[in-house]
């Protein structure tokens, strides 16, 4: 039983002199605020006496940076933390539908290939899937300059919190607008200008979004559709000769589509139609 109280005795000591020298320390401490902090603890070993046994209590004392052990670096990092950046490429992944849709020229190559497919009377081949996959890898390569603009420009330095984040839109957006700017005729510009009764701006860079987008839509469709009419244009000719050649041999009831489409197709081939699209295409945004 003394043996018993003696133990409990010791560790109730133990735990109060514990306690008792950390309140001490931090009342201590001065107060500092610094980016780097260092805070180094070690243990003193004090021996004490409690109910006649001997026992080593440790001591907590503070140590310079030099401390061999017990060293602590706190370190305030300055860069966005990761719920910042995550919250972010959230709101990025969320609005990336309509950026690839209206604000690169994915909707230009993929009306081009849609009329092609018509052109030739394949209602499903090639499927939509590889249509949007083929457009998709298309724009990436076009657009592969600007991207990397607006990465060293906009996102790099936000992520190294060199740029606040208003300035890094602002820069990060500058590549986007110039490519728009270069591929959007005047005319669809000031339809917007008229439309929203806007006054014209003083220079091309202070033209708004809101204005600019829907403007440089407008010029992707046009081109897109001079692109397809130039593209119906031999497959009509090939639809019209079969159908005079049909009604001269009395062929009533024979579909004209059936017999032009390998005539179509193997135009298309001869030609190397898809070499030729996707080169006036990619062309098309040369600077």
Aim: aromatic share 6%; net charge positive.
């Amino acid at each position: 039983m003394r043996r018993l109280l003696a133990l409990l005795t010791l560790v109730i000591g133990l735990l109060g002199a514990g306690l008792l020298a950390g309140a001490a320390q931090a009342s201590a401490a001065p107060m500092t605020t610094a980016k780097h902090s260092t805070v180094a603890v070690t243990a003193i070993e004090q021996p004490t006496t409690l109910g006649g046994l001997s026992s080593v209590v440790p001591k907590l004392a503070p140590t310079g940076p030099e401390g061999p052990k017990g060293t602590v670096n706190v370190d305030i990092n300055p860069k966005p933390s990761t719920s910042v950046s995550i919250l972010v490429l959230l709101t990025l992944l969320s609005v990336a539908p309509s950026i690839l849709l209206l604000m690169t020229c994915f909707t230009k190559i993929f009306v081009v290939l849609s009329l092609t497919r018509n052109a030739l009377g394949l209602s499903g081949v090639p499927p939509n899937q590889v249509l949007a996959g083929l457009s998709l890898f298309l724009s990436l390569f076009i657009m592969s300059p600007v991207v990397k603009k607006v990465n060293d420009q906009g996102v790099q330095p936000y992520l190294k919190n060199t740029k606040s984040q208003s300035l890094a839109f602002k820069d990060g957006m500058a590549p986007i607008r110039d490519f728009m700017l270069q591929h959007t005729r005047t005319e669809e510009i000031a339809l917007m200008l008229r439309a929203g009764k806007l006054p014209n701006p003083p220079t091309p860079d202070k033209l708004e979004l809101t204005t600019l987008i829907p403007a440089f839509v407008l010029s992707e469709l046009r081109s897109a559709m001079i692109i397809g009419f130039v593209v119906y244009i031999p497959f009509l000719i090939i639809d019209m000769v079969v159908s005079s050649s049909l009604m001269s041999l009395g062929m009533m009831m024979l579909p004209p589509v059936s017999v032009s489409l390998p005539f179509k197709l193997l135009l298309f081939v001869l030609v190397d139609g898809w070499g030729l699209i996707i080169n006036a295409l990619v062309t098309s945004y040369a600077t």
